[in-house]
Each structure stands twice: as structure tokens, then as C-alpha cells.
């Protein structure tokens, strides 16, 4: 049985990007996550995560539910058929998101940054062997700019800037996983100052997904290994959010026949080209045994 550390009734979800066609890697977490839900009696959601303008597209949004449902994936809540925590789409919760980041702001916990990609990139430190980005310098926290820049910064509006969550250095950051057992990072070596709202105007993966998760009641996130360490991330926005965190499962990803894990580009094993070739849903599912 999946841990939860909240009383509550088990509450899951389905949280894909509608930026490619879902393959086999999401089939097989998704699974895992109905299966979760349907163990404990409790509620599965589908969320749409589409607030990466630049690479979401609609169309891939309506193949995502239609393969979602041929794989034999059923939800309770979602863009399709709604629910209490309407809307389901991630670009339609604009007003959540900026009402939470005004809360981080108000703690102090998190400061803009002015640097670029390439200047983050140049000036990062070599990443610690797990890291999943470049950490950050710290070039624009607080401490390292001076009077007139600080005073700028006092009555900067949201989407001036790029905004970045100050990580506690050194600290232990530590959770119990469903799948994996205990997980510890040190903030500032395996992840630095991350961002939570960008200039264009729209949140970052780690804060839209701790804000909606929490909003959503959900008790347990069950989503690939490859985001453990946003896992640690998130961790910290619950915390200084002051909010309950859910339980997490991290699913083992799934690789090719070249060990090389799956992602949208790996058209072959879309779920659509295994349906289009005849695959069945039953049999897909019987390869995993
Ligand atoms: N939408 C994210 C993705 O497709 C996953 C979100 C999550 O499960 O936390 O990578
Ligand atoms: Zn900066």
C-alpha cells in the first residue's frame, strides 16, 4: 500500500505535458498510479500541464486523452469531465499561482535574477553528480547586489524578472519514497536556487505543481524517478508554504532495448504507433509481468 502521511481519502493524479505523443514510460507510470488509487478506494485526477507555452500544443492535449482512455486509464476528475477543483489546465490557473508566489515573497524566499541561460550556465559550479541543472552562482541573491539594486527590487512587479527560490545551503533536504526508500539531497550541492515564476509571465514546473497538488487535496504523487530531485525542490515550497506535503512513489523509468531512457522523441513506442501496429493495451501490459 502506498504511504500517506495525511488521513484524508487517497487522492492521485495523471499530471502529463501535452508536448509530444505519450509513449510507454508515461503508460507505465500512469498505470502504477491508477492502480494506487484504485487500492486505496480513492479518487484519480487528471491534470493537464500545459503551461510550457512554447512547446504545449493542443492537438498533442487531445491525443493525450484519447490515449490515455485506449490504454485503459480511467479518472474521476479532469479537463474533460471536471470536478471540485476546476479548471484542470495548468494555463488556466494563472490567479493560484500568483496569489502563492505573493505569499513567497511576502517570507522572503525568493529574490529575482537578472542573468541569463548563458551567464547561469558559464558561472555555475561543476553539478554534483546527481544534480539535473547547473547550479545556480548565487550571483543575484540578495546579499551579493548593491543599495540602488536592492531598492529597484522592492517594488519589482512578478513579470519584470526571473525569480528564484534561496535554497537553505547545506541543509539535508529528506523524504520517504513509496518505491525507492529514504532520499536525502543537500540543498546548494545536488540543487541550487531554482526558479519559480519566469518574465513571460508564467510560473516554473516546481512552483505550479506544488500550488496544485496542494489545491487539488492530492495525498500521493506517483510520477517517474527522473524527477526525484524536484522532488527535494518542492519539498522546500511545502515548507515554507506551510503546507502538508503529499506522499510520494517514484516509478522506476522505463528504457529502450538500449538501455536509453524514453522520451516523447522515441516516436516508435508511442502509444499511438503501438496501437496503430495492432498492440493491445492487455498485451503491453502483460510484457511488464
Ligand atoms: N507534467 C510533468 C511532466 O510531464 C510531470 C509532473 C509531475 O508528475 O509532477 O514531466
Ligand atoms: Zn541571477
Request: glycine share 8%.
Amino acid at each position: 500500500m502506498p504511504n500517506s502521511p495525511r488521513s484524508a481519502p487517497y487522492r492521485g493524479r495523471l499530471a502529463p505535458s501535452p508536448t509530444g505523443l505519450l509513449h510507454l514510460g508515461h503508460a507505465s507510470t500512469f498505470w502504477t498510479a491508477q492502480e494506487h488509487a484504485r487500492a486505496a478506494g480513492g479518487t484519480l485526477i487528471l491534470r493537464n500541464d500545459d503551461l510550457d507555452l512554447a512547446r504545449c500544443r493542443p492537438e498533442f492535449a487531445a491525443a493525450m486523452l484519447e490515449d490515455l482512455r485506449w490504454f485503459g486509464l480511467t479518472w474521476d476528475e479532469g479537463p474533460d469531465i471536471g470536478g471540485p477543483h476546476v479548471p484542470y489546465e495548468q494555463s488556466r490557473r494563472l490567479a493560484l499561482y500568483a496569489t502563492a508566489f505573493e505569499r513567497l515573497r511576502a517570507a522572503g524566499a525568493i529574490y529575482p535574477c537578472t542573468c541569463s541561460r548563458k551567464d547561469v550556465q558559464l558561472a555555475a559550479t561543476a553539478p554534483h553528480e546527481h544534480a539535473d541543472e547547473p547550479l545556480y552562482p548565487g550571483t543575484c541573491r540578495p546579499e551579493n547586489i548593491g543599495t540602488t539594486e536592492r531598492e529597484r527590487r522592492a517594488t519589482l512587479p512578478r513579470d519584470a524578472a526571473n525569480w528564484r527560490f534561496r535554497v537553505p545551503d547545506g541543509a539535508p533536504v529528506e523524504f520517504r519514497d513509496g518505491h525507492f526508500g529514504p532520499q536525502r539531497a543537500i540543498a546548494g550541492r545536488e540543487f541550487g536556487d531554482f526558479l519559480v515564476w519566469r518574465r513571460d509571465g508564467l510560473p516554473s514546473y516546481q512552483f505550479a505543481c506544488v500550488v496544485d497538488d496542494d489545491a487539488m487535496g492530492i495525498t500521493e504523487v506517483v510520477r517517474g524517478a527522473d524527477l526525484i530531485m524536484s522532488t527535494f525542490r518542492q519539498l522546500l515550497l511545502y515548507h515554507t508554504l506551510g503546507l502538508t506535503p503529499p506522499a510520494f512513489y517514484h516509478c522506476a523509468l522505463v528504457t529502450d532495448e538500449h538501455r536509453v531512457r524514453l522520451a516523447k522523441r522515441h516516436d516508435a513506442l508511442a502509444l499511438r504507433a503501438l496501437r496503430e501496429q495492432g498492440k493491445s493495451p492487455l498485451a503491453i501490459r502483460a510484457e511488464w509481468r
